[in-house]
């Protein structure tokens, strides 16, 4: 087997926390939308460069809490952007972990966490 793409599906329960969250504060995009009729929940497809990501409002997909691992690069300017936005209800700190990597970690409405990271690079991370 040879896996092509990986996709975390993560829960949530409100649309425009969601939209709030993901979209308007962490810059991804929405690729696509589904609901089985009107007044039923949303399943959806976010992106931000290669990252994609499922959010479901449907019982069962998913358990809040659920934590992603992101490898990146960027990830100290990423962050100052997300800083720099004042988000009201997260300020996530950067920090040099113990795998070498500089990382930080955002907390979603529901509860599930996103955690970027980028390995350290002795001469780009000296400071």
Known sequence: MKAQQIIPILRIFDYQKTIEFYIDWLGFEIVWEHHFEENTPVYMEVKKDNII???SEHHGDGTPGSRVF???EGIADYHKE???EKYKYNRPGLEKTFYDAISFTV???FGNKVIF???VDKEEHKD
């Open 117 to 119: 990271n980028e390995k």
């Open 82 to 84: 997300l800083i720099d």
């Open 53 to 55: 990501l499922h959010l």
């Open 70 to 72: 992101i490898w990146a």
């Open 107 to 109: 907390d979603d409405p």
